[in-house]
């Protein structure tokens, strides 16, 4: 895991000393993503230049180094991620009379790109990746990221200068940088708490997607391909689905998932896991240690608050399963005191509040291990998520009530104050008793009015339900699947929202929350139920296998049986939470009043009234407001610490 950026000059005016320290200034900005090792390559007549920081994981020596050329000479790469299926590539190379310098995934790559050309070669990669290759005999660059959108990489000219790069903070000692924001982008994020791709918050700067490649010319232009197309694939095997035994099933997803951790393991250096003590991570932990001859090193924090602790249920795990297991209990003050520097790791803004436990664990991690495997997907793969079952209740009830009714008990949904919903919560049996009540119901109420059901589901999982308001001039830029562009393609509800959020949640909140968290400390984190094999064939699953009379996950559950007795991970979904709620009316109250004091919020940009009223509303408890608030206090947080001009 590293970080690469770059630059194209297509003036070519700079001279080829200068080009190594523009580039080596911009890749410094990364030296979290790649403590071990800094280079850079330029040449000056084609005005290209490619800097790296390196997180030396596989093949340690000189030869593993980067930015590295081809055997032949024409091609040069800069690459963050891992590939772990390039020991089985490498005779088809050598057959062809490659011959290797090192043991690294970097050089397979490069000389697959070399010898089958970039298309053919992406294909063909198991992990996760972002690498820029440059072409010196047609000087063009080709920029490609892995399906499932694990690693990051943003790409955008200014001017005469095209910029590409790990994470935007590296273009900021580039002197074409403009870095001026984009309105429309901040009122998606304020909707979704994250940047929904290809948009950033800058003008001008765009992710590419996952499962893309895109291709720049001597010219300038850009011509973006999709290899992998998870549209399609999920189209495709709901197409090829047959019945299956439940016996058959559980073994050949256990098969399947036993390969896909097997090849995560590859590693030269100390290798863990995170275990919250889930469904999903337990499931990744048993199948490590379960290939593994000696214990495996597992990493969890613990919080003192009422109903954010999953500590002890993680090392009841770990007991069971027998791995050398670590935990640290933070306190509230430590946690708080990790919130000024998230937009440092974050470079855009992010508001996701379970990047601060995310980032505390991986740093806890660091401490041993460089590797550590995750269980993050498994709730978008096999349908884990609450909301998509009362999703689906809701979508049944709304379409038998008539519309004025509708509106008439949204409107007595949000006459209740907060801290009645949440008193009523706490006087049921815990099985029925429904976590973060007043939000569910402010989420009811807004769902009530939204009509067809993907804009039901874009309010459920959204944050403010009107951000273009926050935002004179802005207009809220709206994906085509948040409209019906799915549906013909995937019928079933819950399929398609599952499928939205592998398109935009997945990738845009949860895996750039554990990329910039286990990046921010010099961690490398693999997902292996991300894997795309194990992706593709639970597009295959019958519906049957991921919900079953009202169990989520069955199929998974079920493969975790085999290792984990059910009492120790049969409970309700937790998430990875901390009390925002709590900290944003008690020790946090100040450090919001001033991000979010009216002149503040209208020099940056924002209509203050709803906002203003909004915090009002949350400190007196008539609304629970902490995740709305948490999208302003980010972007506002971000904007202090970068100091940039609306």
């Known amino acids: 895991m590293c970080g690469l950026t770059g630059f194209l000059d297509f003036a070519r005016t700079i001279p080829s000393d200068a080009l190594a320290d523009l580039v080596g200034r911009m890749a410094a900005t990364l030296d979290h993503r790649g403590p071990d090792d800094a280079q850079s390559w330029v040449d000056g007549e084609a005005g290209v230049a490619l800097g790296f920081r390196r997180l030396a994981i596989v093949d340690l020596t000189e030869a593993g180094r980067q930015p590295m050329v081809s055997a032949s000479g024409r091609f040069v790469i800069v690459y963050n991620g891992e590939v772990y299926n390039a020991e089985a590539l490498r005779p088809q190379l050598a057959r062809a009379g490659i011959g290797f310098r090192g043991r690294s995934d970097t050089e397979v790559i490069l000389e697959a790109c070399a010898a089958w050309g970039v298309a053919a070669t992406v294909k063909q990669l198991v992990g996760m990746f972002a690498f820029a290759l440059w072409d010196r005999a047609e000087r063009r660059l080709t920029l490609v990221r892995d399906r499932m959108g694990i690693k990051p ?123 919250s003590g889930g469904i999903d991570s337990s499931t990744v932990v048993a199948l490590m240690q379960a290939q593994s001859s000696r214990p495996v090193r597992t990493f969890s924090i613990g919080f003192e608050e009422e109903g954010f602790d999953e500590a002890p249920h993680a090392a009841a795990v770990a007991r069971h399963l027998g791995t050398d297991h670590h935990q640290l209990y933070v306190a509230p003050a430590h946690a708080r005191d990790v919130i000024p520097d998230l937009p440092r790791w974050w470079d855009e803004p992010f508001a996701d509040s379970s990047q601060i436990p995310t980032l505390l664990v991986s740093a806890m991690a660091r401490r041993h291990v460089t590797v550590a495997l995750s269980g993050d997907g498994g709730d978008e793969l096999l349908a884990g998520y609450n909301r998509y079952l009362h999703g689906k ?86 994906d085509a699947i948040w409209t019906g562009a799915l549906a013909a393609e995937i019928p079933d509800f819950v399929e ?121 509303q949350h400190l007196s408890g008539a609304v629970n407001g902490q995740y709305p608030l948490w999208c302003v206090l980010m972007y506002q947080s971000w904007r202090q610490h970068w100091q940039m001009a609306v």
Not at 559 to 577: E, S
């Open 153 to 275: 990489l943003y790409y955008g000219r200014f001017g005469r200068t095209f910029l590409f790069g790990s994470q935007p903070k590296s273009f900021r000692p580039h002197p074409a940088w403009a870095g001026e924001i984009d309105r429309d982008s901040l009122a998606a994020f304020l909707r979704f708490a994250y940047i929904p791709a290809p948009r950033s918050i800058h003008l001008g700067l765009q992710q590419l997607r996952p499962g893309h490649l895109a291709e720049i010319g001597p010219d300038g232009s850009v011509a973006s391909t999709c290899y992998w197309d998870i549209r399609a694939r999920a189209a495709a095997g709901r197409a090829a689905r047959s019945e299956i035994g439940d016996d058959d099933a559980v073994e050949a997803f256990d098969a399947l998932l036993r390969d896909a951790v097997a090849e995560r393991l590859i590693a030269d250096v100390p290798l863990g896991a995170l275990l």
């Open 393 to 478: 209740r809701l979508i049944d009830w709304t379409e038998a009530v008539p519309r004025p009714l509708r509106s008439a008990g949204a409107s007595l949904l949000q006459a209740v104050p907060a801290g009645a919903w949440d008193g009523l919560a706490r006087v049921l049996p815990g099985r029925l008793r429904p976590a973060r009540a007043a939000d569910r119901a402010a989420k009811l109420a807004e769902m009530l009015r939204a009509g067809a059901e993907e804009r039901l589901y874009r309010q459920l999982v959204g944050q403010w339900p009107q951000p273009a308001a926050l935002v004179p001039g802005a207009v809220e830029p709206v």
């Open 496 to 616: 398609r929202m599952q499928l939205i959020d592998m398109l935009t949640y997945l990738p845009d909140d949860i895996l750039t929350k554990v990329d910039r968290a286990s990046m921010a400390v010099g961690l490398e984190a693999r997902v292996p139920l991300l894997d795309h094999r194990v992706v593709e064939h639970c597009f295959q699953l019958p519906a049957r296998m991921k919900i079953r009379n009202g169990e989520t996950k069955w199929l998974l559950r079920r493969v975790l049986d085999r290792y984990v007795p059910r009492a120790l991970v049969d409970r309700p979904k937790m998430g990875f939470g901390v009390p925002i709620d709590r900290w944003l009316r008690g020790p946090l109250r100040d450090w919001a009043e001033a991000l979010l004091e009216p002149g503040r919020l209208a020099a940056e940009g924002f209509d203050p009234a709803p906002i203003r009223a909004r915090w009002h």
